[in-house]
């Protein structure tokens, strides 16, 4: 089956700096890369995804990577604010019916401002 | 409405109780989950419904019996817990056929096995 790995499991920027998550997988099959922003006791918000053919996604100040040869993608966020802080899970599936997203084991942003 | 409600929100019961957790989407979405999250983890897949049939048991223990009395509904009887299953359960919809793969949570009900 799939596994996505996540790393570090924390990472810490300034305020105004850019942060870069990055998760690998093991599946080529899989074409479906979502990230999930989840906050302190709240629910998981999928922020941006990406499916397998296309290389980049953008939407404001978030922006999502996908390197198919290498079996890995990364989340990008510019200009980072206070509100950014939470765990951010990458997960992996293929699209179609009854599809298994697999999750990375999330990382924890912390924006010092 | 671009929201799934669950109730309720926290749940503490014994471990001969039974209870149940409701969850409902009107955002025609005709794939139903559940998930079962531990704290500082990722979402584990325990059901999933598609077109209100059972699609995916990951291999729950039958003391979690899930029900999808339409397509709008989905509930999670809980019979003779353990203290272990103590965890934060989360309810998803996704749209079914198109973009299936994009998961809408909701904010999850929170249960305290004593």
């Known amino acids: 089956g799939e596994n996505v790995e996540q790393h570090p499991s924390t990472l810490s920027v300034q305020e105004g700096d850019s942060a870069v998550i990055k998760c690998t997988y093991s599946?080529?099959?899989?074409?479906?890369f979502p990230w999930y922003k989840q906050e302190l006791g709240k629910r998981p918000q999928l922020i941006i995804d990406?499916?397998?053919?296309?290389g980049e996604k953008k939407d404001q100040r978030i922006a999502v990577t996908l390197n198919k040869t290498a079996k890995h993608f990364s989340l990008h966020i510019t200009e980072t604010q206070p509100e950014d802080s939470a765990v951010y899970f990458c997960?992996?599936?293929?699209?179609?019916?009854?599809?298994?997203?697999?999750f990375g084991k999330g990382i924890t942003l912390s924006v010092r401002p | 409405d671009t929201e799934v409600t669950q109730t309720p929100k926290h749940l503490v019961m014994g471990m001969t109780n039974k209870k149940s957790l409701k969850c409902e989407q009107h955002?025609?979405?005709?794939?139903m989950y559940w998930y079962k999250q531990k704290a500082k983890k990722p979402p584990e897949l325990m059901f999933v419904?598609?077109?209100?049939?059972?699609?995916i048991n990951e291999s729950v223990p039958s003391r979690f019996s899930p029900e999808c009395p339409n397509s709008s509904l989905l509930n999670l009887h809980l019979h003779a817990l353990q203290p272990e299953d103590s965890a934060l359960y989360l309810c998803?919809?996704?749209?079914?056929?198109?973009?299936?793969?994009?998961?809408?949570f909701g904010s999850g009900t929170q249960l305290s096995v004593l």
């Open positions: 955002m025609g979405h005709r794939a």
């Open positions: 998803a919809s996704s749209p079914g056929d198109r973009d299936n793969e994009k998961l809408f």
């Open positions: 599946d080529s099959a899989s074409n479906y």
């Open positions: 419904y598609s077109y209100e049939k059972l699609s």
């Open positions: 990406i499916r397998s053919n296309v």
């Open positions: 997960a992996a599936s293929k699209v179609g019916a009854n599809s298994k997203l697999t």
